[in-house]
């Protein structure tokens, strides 16, 4: 079950895990918002994630919730507003150049490289701590060598969180579809971010594959002790896991609280159930 977080406010309207309260935020989205064909998708998105925060982003299909992700990997560049990854501001960061100031993602559709192995799957996230260069990979020089020693290790280590190491040879595409989603998680923590954002991570399992991947959620949120930003339609996952919840509906925020409080809240029921016709 999840368990009871402490809520203390800050020096502004913002609240935070009481654990996370004397660091600054590890996300601050302040105003965000996105104009698409003439329809602003998003419209003042206002969120701040603690630094081990666990939190929640629901609403309803074409909410904006995956939208949302895209303008904070800089998929798309916001039209409105700031985004500050650990208080330094993404403005004209890259989708690369915001992987390595600390933000990883997986995604909705299953984005593996099917053909090469599980290991060398997550070792191919590894990339920017590399310090050999082209001709001490030609000639297996003993920098490269060490390097890729090193790599292979940490990615074997990766894959033990979640049991994994025993498959590290096999190729990616013939992995249970369960085991495919874990591994997209593995790969996203070897490029060690502070912001893990997980896009419907439970869709398509079964509810024993659900309940061995809240598991594994809550693991790596132990060991690496980061902040992660989940996007789930499995309402039971969601409110067993998050600390703090987000709700979207139509681009705009209208909800925000702990699950407690979402789940009674009016405006949150109307968008999910439709608003009750009178009698």
Request: charged share 20%; hydrophobic share 40%; net charge positive.
């Amino acid at each position: 079950m999840r368990a009871k977080t402490k809520y203390v406010p800050v020096p502004s309207t913002t609240i935070l895990p009481e654990r996370d309260a004397g660091r600054s935020p590890a996300l601050e989205c302040v105003k965000l918002g996105i104009t698409l064909g003439g329809i602003k998708a998003v419209e003042d998105f206002n969120l701040t994630v603690g630094r081990t925060e666990i939190v929640g982003l629901i609403g309803p299909n074409g909410a904006g919730k995956t939208t949302v992700f895209n303008l904070l990997t800089k998929v798309y560049q916001p039209t409105t507003g700031t985004i500050l990854l650990n208080g330094k501001d993404t403005h004209g960061m890259t989708t690369a150049q915001v992987n390595r100031a600390g933000i990883a993602r997986t995604f909705q559709n299953i984005r593996l490289f099917r053909n090469m192995s599980v290991i060398d799957n997550v070792k191919t996230a590894m990339n920017n701590e590399m310090r050999y260069n082209m001709l001490s990979a030609i000639l297996r020089l003993p920098n490269y060598r060490r390097e890729e020693v090193a790599a292979h290790r940490r990615a074997l280590k990766l894959l033990s969180i979640f049991d994994m190491q025993h498959i590290a040879d096999a190729p990616a595409g013939s992995l249970p579809y369960g085991a495919q989603r874990r591994l997209e998680i593995v790969r996203a923590l070897a490029t060690n971010p502070s912001l893990l954002l997980l896009d419907e991570p439970a869709a398509g399992m079964n509810p024993s594959e659900t309940s061995e991947l809240m598991d594994s959620i809550r693991k790596v949120h132990e060991m690496f002790q980061i902040a992660i930003i989940l996007i789930e339609h499995d309402m039971s996952l969601v409110m067993n896991i998050c600390e703090g919840i987000c709700v979207l509906n139509f681009g705009h925020v209208i909800a925000k609280g702990t699950p407690d409080e979402i789940q009674s809240n009016p405006a949150v029921i109307e968008a999910y159930l439709g608003r009750k016709k009178e009698a």
